[in-house]
């Protein structure tokens, strides 16, 4: 509201402007004085003009070392009472707060200001074009060692001329107004998840936030239910500042025994300096202060159930390929020589490569934390070169199992290796194999956010590297179990078909599924750089192919040619993808019945004030779960048709590409990876969240209780 009263003082301006008669001037009282303090009514025009609402201000100036309170006032204090009897066609007159400032004395905590305010006003004029006489009855409690309830009257006319704006008048309301807390989007602000702690004797609450640019000095008051109380947070900062969580104790409850703040409702309002936000909340599951045995062991075992579940998600598939041919070579135990031992050695590495995987992405996310940068599930296939070095990885595996080339070094090396590696006796066959299998499913997983993986992620990546590293490990020992339980019990492997004749053909329909990996991989990074680089790099991918085809058929001077060759290739589709610029990108969304807008998280809470339901759909090229929930649940009917309604406002928010905004939006409600969705609406201003996988149920169920009374 009081970031439409900004626009409307704008608005007053321009339409003096128009009107291009009579004497620029605002409509004031005289100064009024008082005990500490003085004030007096100020609007920001000198008549009504065709205005609905009159832009207005209640001006207090406070001698030194006084000072006044805020609709909360903390420890003691009372807000300003206002009385508009006698007013003649005004209708319901609003009040707003600016952001408080927090003072302590003798130990009571107290919420307010010092020196000046203006408390901004809104007039609704009830019949526009006519006259308005404005009667305040003004009560301002002011304190210093003492307290004095200041009592104001004040009368003040408004003709029915034209609206003749005074830019000093307009200027000092909009300062305050634009200090009201707002939903934080032109702050830069985001307030996150809101739990409850089991902090002291009545219980406590753990509140995190975001911030654009790092925060300075903030402060955080909580308004709850009348007669609980809460204590100043004890507030500590992560990611170069831009991460904030508040732990606040409840200090008086108006219960005895006081009752669970789970579930209840809260505003809080982050004050940093000159920015400040405002948000609703709701109160989420108590949490303990400090994560016990119990609690550990419950987030651990998600972790564990989450990477489990990573094996089974859609952008796991090509990477199966590779999973199925390590162990259907080990499928006869007797085959080739190999010994059970030999067999579990091999899974284990496999095991290996992934968990160690897991535990160099924990370390990257560290690391980009102390830098102050963002983080999450994937968001290294938002790197064009990335993708370009995952394509060619992929483009020579899928070679490689295709017969094209085999890795062969030259002399002593090759004698070496043979003796490091046992060559020739597979009962020695060497682990780095099965260990790089492993970390490579482990890099082309990411891109999924499976059930579990979620919430393990949004407990780890909002706390300290301790808790990162133990998670990130408990998650690749998770995706890691197929190939430790085949590894505890080798007799499984002999369920596989015995190695043969037939493997040749798998082998080479493993290669031509990884070359369609490959073909993704390209048409991912074509949403991130202009398409000719993409085209390029994939006829590069192919260039590499046929001079791989061509030595293999050739003699020893060809052969060292070609691997030269190909070499400088796949150098080159790496590198290729940095000679242009990510903003010639294509944006073309595909084609749907929906009507997607651009995601903007700064009109949801406007939507639905307009009685809207908002339907947010976080997604990228690069998240195959994404595209699986979108296939088979939203671009379908019925959800696709309830998306399209009239009442409907469905918002896409595309993270193919770094964006900072959706990136604090996943943060804000303790998520890090995709797919991300949240229903917004009349009956859920605070939005309901929904599973990683969707289904059709569910989203239908979220909108209908979007809508509330009005469904």
Same mark, same amino acid.
Request: charged content about 15%; some cysteine.
């Given at each position: 509201?009081?970031?439409?009263?900004a626009?409307?003082t704008?608005?007053?301006?321009?339409?003096?402007?128009?009107?291009?008669?009579g004497?620029?001037?605002a409509?004031?009282?005289?100064?009024?004085p008082?005990?500490?303090?003085?004030a007096?009514l100020?609007?920001?025009v000198?008549?009504?003009?065709?205005?609905?609402?009159?832009?207005?201000?209640?001006?207090?100036?406070?001698?030194?070392?006084?000072?006044?309170?805020?609709r909360?006032?903390?420890d003691?204090?009372?807000?300003?009472?206002?009385?508009?009897k006698?007013?003649?066609?005004?209708?319901?007159a609003?009040l707003?707060?600016?952001?408080?400032?927090?003072?302590?004395?003798?130990?009571?905590?107290?919420?307010?200001?010092?020196?000046?305010?203006?408390?901004?006003?809104?007039?609704?004029?009830?019949?526009?074009?006519?006259?308005q006489?404005?009667?305040?009855?003004?009560?301002?409690?002011?304190?210093?060692?003492?307290?004095?309830?200041?009592?104001?009257?004040?009368?003040?006319?408004?003709?029915?001329?034209?609206?003749?704006?005074?830019?000093?008048?307009?200027?000092?309301?909009?300062?305050?107004?634009?200090?009201?807390?707002?939903?934080?989007?032109?702050?830069?602000?985001?307030?996150?998840?809101?739990?409850?702690?089991?902090?002291?004797?009545?219980?406590?609450?753990?509140?995190?936030?975001?911030?654009?640019?790092?925060f300075?000095?903030?402060?955080?008051?909580?308004?709850?239910?009348?007669?609980?109380?809460?204590?100043?947070?004890?507030?500590?900062?992560?990611?170069?500042?831009?991460?904030?969580?508040?732990?606040?104790?409840?200090?008086?409850a108006?219960?005895?025994?006081?009752k /669970?703040?789970?579930?209840?409702? #809260? &505003?809080?309002? $982050? %004050?940093d300096?000159?920015?400040? *936000?405002?948000? !609703? =909340?709701?109160?989420g599951a108590?949490?303990?202060?400090?994560?016990?045995?119990?609690?550990w062991?419950?987030?651990?075992?998600?972790a564990?159930?989450?990477?489990?579940?990573?094996?089974?998600?859609?952008?796991?598939?090509?990477?199966?390929?590779?999973?199925?041919?390590?162990i259907?070579?080990?499928?006869?135990?007797?085959?080739?020589?190999?010994?059970p031992?030999?067999?579990?050695?091999?899974?284990? /590495?496999?095991?290996?490569?992934? #968990? &160690?995987s897991? $535990? %160099?992405?924990?370390?990257?996310? *560290?690391?980009l !934390? =102390?830098?102050?940068?963002s983080?999450?599930?994937?968001?290294q296939?938002?790197?064009p070169?990335?993708?370009?070095?995952?394509?060619?990885?992929?483009t020579?595996?899928?070679?490689?199992?295709?017969?094209l080339?085999?890795?062969?070094?030259?002399?002593?090396?090759?004698?070496?290796?043979?003796?490091a590696?046992?060559a020739?006796?597979?009962?020695?066959?060497?682990?780095?194999?099965?260990?790089?299998?492993g970390?490579?499913?482990?890099?082309?997983?990411?891109?999924?956010?499976?059930?579990?993986?979620g919430?393990?992620?949004?407990?780890?990546l909002?706390?300290?590297?301790?808790?990162?590293?133990?998670?990130?490990?408990?998650?690749?020992?998770?995706m890691?179990?197929?190939?430790?339980?085949?590894?505890?019990?080798?007799g499984l492997?002999?369920?596989?078909?015995?190695?043969g004749?037939?493997?040749v053909?798998?082998?080479?329909?493993?290669?031509?599924?990884?070359f369609?990996?490959?073909?993704?991989?390209?048409?991912?990074?074509?949403?991130?750089?202009?398409?000719?680089?993409?085209?390029?790099v994939?006829?590069?991918?192919?260039?590499i192919?046929l001079?791989?085809w061509?030595?293999?058929?050739?003699?020893?001077?060809l052969?060292?040619?070609?691997?030269?060759?190909?070499?400088?290739?796949?150098?080159?589709?790496?590198?290729?993808?940095?000679?242009?610029?990510?903003?010639?990108?294509?944006?073309?969304?595909?084609a749907?019945?929906?009507?997607?807008?651009?995601?903007d998280?700064?009109?949801?809470?406007?939507?639905?004030?307009?009685?809207?339901v908002?339907?947010?759909d976080?997604?990228a090229?690069?998240?195959?779960?994404?595209?699986?929930?979108?296939l088979?649940?939203?671009?379908?009917?019925?959800?696709a048709?309830?998306?399209?309604?009239?009442?409907?406002?469905?918002?896409?928010?595309?993270?193919?590409?770094?964006?900072?905004g959706?990136?604090?939006y996943?943060?804000?409600?303790?998520?890090?990876?995709?797919?991300?969705?949240?229903?917004?609406?009349?009956?859920?201003?605070?939005?309901i969240?929904l599973?990683?996988?969707?289904?059709?149920?569910?989203?239908?169920?979220?909108?209908?209780?979007?809508?509330?009374?009005?469904?």
């Open positions: 509201m009081i970031r439409r009263l626009f409307l704008a608005g007053a301006l321009g339409l003096a402007a128009l009107a291009g008669s004497p620029a001037g409509a004031e009282t005289p100064w009024q008082a005990k500490g303090a003085s007096r100020v609007t920001a000198d008549g009504t003009g065709t205005l609905r609402e009159i832009p207005a201000g209640l001006h207090i100036r406070l001698e030194p070392h006084w000072k006044t309170y805020w909360s006032p903390g003691a204090g009372l807000p300003p009472a206002l009385d508009w006698g007013s003649e066609n005004l209708g319901t609003t707003a707060y600016p952001a408080p400032h927090r003072f302590q004395l003798f130990g009571l905590e107290t919420y307010g200001y010092e020196t000046e305010v203006v408390f901004p006003l809104t007039l609704p004029v009830a019949q526009p074009g006519q006259a006489h404005l009667a305040l009855a003004a009560t301002v409690l002011v304190c210093s060692d003492i307290c004095i309830p200041a009592s104001f009257t004040f009368a003040l006319d408004l003709p029915a001329g034209p609206a003749s704006p005074d830019p000093d008048a307009a200027n000092l309301i909009d300062r305050y107004a634009n200090a009201v807390p707002g939903d934080g989007s032109a702050a830069g602000l985001a307030i996150g998840p809101v739990a409850a702690t089991a902090a002291g004797p009545n219980g406590g609450l753990r509140i995190e936030a975001t911030a654009r640019e790092p300075d000095a903030p402060d955080l008051f909580v308004e709850g239910a009348p007669g609980d109380a809460f204590a100043a947070p004890r507030i500590t900062t992560s990611e170069g500042g831009r991460r904030l969580v508040a732990e606040i104790d409840r200090i008086q108006v219960d005895d025994p006081p /669970a703040l789970s579930g209840t409702p #809260v &505003v809080l309002t $982050l %004050v300096g000159p920015r400040s *936000v405002e948000a !609703k =909340a709701t109160v108590a949490m303990a202060a400090a994560p016990d045995a119990a609690a062991l419950g987030i651990l075992g998600v564990l159930l989450g990477g489990l579940i990573l094996n089974l998600m859609p952008c796991v598939l090509p990477v199966l390929s590779l999973k199925l041919l390590s259907v070579k080990l499928g006869d135990v007797e085959a080739g020589g190999r010994t031992r030999r067999q579990r050695l091999g899974l284990l /590495a496999t095991a290996a490569g992934i #968990v &160690v897991f $535990l %160099v992405l924990a370390a990257g996310a *560290v690391g !934390k =102390a830098a102050g940068a983080v999450g599930w994937g968001i296939f938002q790197e070169v990335f993708l370009a070095a995952m394509a060619v990885v992929v020579l595996f899928g070679a490689n199992l295709l017969g080339f085999e890795l062969v070094l030259p002399g002593r090396a090759m004698d070496a290796a043979a003796r590696s046992g020739g006796r597979p009962e020695k066959e060497g682990l780095a194999g099965p260990f790089l299998t970390a490579f499913a482990t890099l082309l997983a990411t891109p999924c956010s499976a059930p579990f993986v919430t393990a992620l949004g407990f780890a909002s706390r300290g590297p301790v808790e990162i590293g133990t998670i990130f490990a408990a998650l690749g020992i998770g890691a179990l197929p190939y430790l339980l085949i590894a505890a019990v080798p492997a002999r369920l596989l078909p015995r190695p004749r037939w493997m053909w798998v082998k080479a329909v493993l290669g031509l599924a990884l369609g990996t490959a073909a993704w991989l390209l048409s991912v990074l074509a949403a991130q750089v202009p398409p000719e680089a993409a085209a390029v994939a006829a590069v991918l192919a260039a192919v001079v791989l061509l030595r293999r058929r050739g003699g020893i001077v052969r060292r040619a070609g691997a030269a060759v190909a070499v400088v290739l796949a150098l080159a589709a790496v590198l290729l993808p940095l000679r242009f610029d990510r903003s010639g990108a294509a944006t073309a969304q595909a749907s019945t929906i009507p997607w807008v651009r995601f998280q700064a009109a949801i809470p406007g939507l639905v004030r307009e009685g809207k908002v339907f947010v976080v997604t090229d690069w998240c195959l779960t994404c595209k699986v929930n979108k088979l649940v939203i671009d379908r009917d019925p959800v048709a309830a998306l399209g309604e009239a009442g409907v406002a469905p918002l896409l928010a595309d993270w193919t590409n770094p964006d900072q959706i990136a604090d996943l943060a804000a409600h303790g998520r890090y990876g995709i797919p991300f969705n949240a229903v917004y609406g009349p009956g859920a201003p605070d939005g969240l599973p990683e996988l969707l289904s059709t149920e569910a989203v239908l169920d979220a909108l209908k209780q979007a809508r509330g009374a009005s469904s």
